[in-house]
């Protein structure tokens, strides 16, 4: 009974800050809008006298990755203070995702999460770190197995292999890379866990789990159920639509995976007449998305009736 007390009040208190970024929690919630796949802004903030980038993507809610592709002017780790630094809190949803569950875009380094409550569809975002080259975490669905306070490191043989003198085993506690949560995928020792090392959120760093800042991780723990479903993919460019218009985001394609990301583009982008009838695309507007990459997104098209 006192869990699911509990579980009411953070979900009325959640429900205070849908449509903005949640000052109480480190995740970004957002009340899902039929027709509509874009949500969040952009904005700006001038750097602090002790700031590094880092420090400000932790902030908001970013990674590493996010924080320094919108700024590549900006030295992240000597930042001059009072310079204004970009914030992309803004979000294309992944293209074709799951209607309820985690989805995690790799290519993107952000995790997902969609559910229901009291009849309100919703969604909360939040960064992560992912694999190093060669350890990319396998795209798929998968389900969460069970979830686990304060864990255990159990450690994986191909760590082992590269740090001969861990331990088999590392208890919970600060010397746990997996921090004082995680939810342990069902297969392939996968997991979506917190870490003690925050500032590889946003970066390829892991064996194949996808780490966390461990003030979001404790948020989601709560909220995800064993059994939900999660998708693993890798879009590194995303299509929406949003205030009649359709936007584009791109990220890096660091595997390589998209031979042509302009045609490509242009292919998502038709698919949205499918829905929206013929529209206007900006070429100029998606050559630069596509050559910039720094993960904002932009306005690429609009009926041609407007």
């Not at 569950?101 to 919703?122: C, D, P, Q, S, W």
């Not at 993919?233 to 949003?242: C, D, F, L, R, T």
């Not at 359709?246 to 045609?263: G, N």
Request: glycine share 8%; aromatic share 12%; net charge positive.
């Amino acid at each position: 009974m006192r869990c699911k007390v509990l579980k009411i009040l953070l979900v009325s208190f959640i429900s205070l800050f849908i449509l903005l970024p949640s000052k109480a929690f480190s995740l970004l919630f957002f009340k899902l809008i039929p027709g509509q796949s874009v949500y969040g802004e952009i904005k700006t903030v001038k750097v602090g006298a002790n700031d590094t980038l880092l420090d400000i993507a932790r902030r908001y809610d970013l990674g590493y990755n996010q924080i320094t592709l919108a700024n590549p002017k900006v030295d992240p780790w000597l930042p001059p203070p009072g310079t204004k630094v970009i914030i992309p809190t803004e979000f294309i949803l992944p293209n074709n995702h799951l209607a309820s569950g985690i989805v995690v875009n790799l290519a993107e380094m952000r995790l997902y999460y969609f559910f229901k409550e009291h009849g309100t569809f919703m969604f909360a975002t939040g960064p992560v770190g992912i694999a190093k080259e060669g350890f990319l975490t396998q795209l798929g669905l998968y389900t969460v197995r069970c979830k686990n306070k304060n864990p255990t490191w159990y450690v994986p043989p191909s760590v082992r292999k590269e740090e001969p003198d861990l331990p088999p085993e590392v208890p919970p506690g600060p010397d746990n890379p997996l921090g004082n949560y995680i939810l342990r995928l069902s297969r392939l020792f996968y997991g979506i866990h917190g870490t003690n090392k925050p500032w590889g959120v946003g970066r390829r760093v892991s064996h194949g789990c996808i780490r966390m800042y461990p003030e979001d991780i404790k948020t989601l723990f709560p909220l995800v159920p064993v059994g939900t479903l999660v998708q693993i993919i890798y879009q590194p460019i995303k299509v929406g639509w949003a205030q009649k218009k359709c936007w584009v985001q791109v990220f890096p394609d660091f595997e390589h995976k998209i031979k042509h990301p302009f045609f490509y583009a242009l292919k998502l982008i038709s698919d949205q007449q499918d829905i929206h009838g013929q529209l206007d695309i900006d070429l100029t507007a998606l050559k630069k998305a596509i050559k910039s990459q720094n993960g904002i997104p932009i306005i690429v098209a609009k009926p041609q009736s407007e």
